[in-house]
């Protein structure tokens, strides 16, 4: 059972609202945490609560919005950092 799992998904993910996407996901799932751009194109993002949800949020983040095309997805698990909301982050 993951506390957290960080996520990094790569394709076509910027400037189709993958960020937006996934804190309306997130949040729709009751998940904690941020997403953010990464400078290279690819988009980050750390998840935690229910593993379920967090099942959830990854399944679904392999579709991503309508605009999006995602070629994979780096999942690893963490220990949790008790994020008390799931927001944006800066561009890293």
């Known amino acids: 059972m993951a506390a957290a799992r960080?996520?990094?998904i790569h394709g076509r993910v910027q400037g189709v609202f993958y960020?937006?996407?996934a804190?309306?996901?997130a949040r729709q799932l009751g998940l904690t945490g941020w997403v953010r751009n990464?400078?290279?194109g690819s988009v980050e993002a750390w998840i935690e609560g229910d593993p379920a949800a967090q099942d959830a949020f990854v399944a679904r983040a392999r579709r991503g919005?309508?605009?999006a095309s995602v070629e994979s997805i780096?999942?690893?698990e963490?220990?949790?950092r008790h994020y008390p909301i799931?927001?944006?982050h800066p561009t890293a």
């Open 78 to 80: 963490e220990a949790a």
């Open 19 to 21: 960020r937006k996407w």
């Open 38 to 40: 990464r400078t290279e």
């Open 74 to 76: 780096d999942v690893t």
């Open 65 to 67: 919005p309508p605009a």
């Open 23 to 25: 804190m309306q996901t």
């Open 86 to 88: 799931f927001e944006q």
């Open 6 to 8: 960080h996520l990094f």
